[in-house]
């Protein structure tokens, strides 16, 4: 049974960071091109940053030199570094693994940014 478990989320002030992990379970972690999405209260998913197997990443142009998305294959964990964070950024943080056919979700995370 593949789980996608995303921690780290919570209330920071406008200009603060916060780190999300995203631990795998019942997958092959390191073949996986690995995501961070968010959804904010009537909008739809967006990818926020991805990276692959291999290691590139991507990232959307509304969080690019702010966020950092990272992975360490030992510990089958993707991270996200939010720095700079904004209220715009307020959303529901979803981890995503996928290879070929399969997609996997976590079940998110809130993240709110409010002074």
């Known amino acids: 049974q593949v789980q996608l478990v995303e921690s780290g989320g919570g209330l920071v002030q406008p200009g603060g960071s916060l780190r999300l992990s995203c631990v795998s379970s019942?997958?092959?972690?390191?073949?996986?091109?690995m995501g961070w999405y968010r959804q904010a209260p009537g909008k739809q998913r967006e990818l926020v940053a991805g990276?692959?197997?291999?290691?590139?990443?991507n990232y959307a142009d509304s969080v690019k030199g702010r966020f950092t998305i990272s992975r360490d294959n030992a510990k089958n964990t993707v991270y996200l570094q939010m720095n700079s964070l904004k209220p715009e950024d307020t959303a529901v943080y979803y981890c995503?693994?996928?290879?070929?056919?399969?997609?996997?979700w976590g079940q998110g995370t809130q993240v709110t940014v409010s002074s």
């Open positions: 995503n693994g996928n290879w070929g056919r399969y997609h996997y």
């Open positions: 019942g997958l092959i972690f390191g073949i996986y091109d």
């Open positions: 990276i692959s197997s291999g290691g590139r990443t």
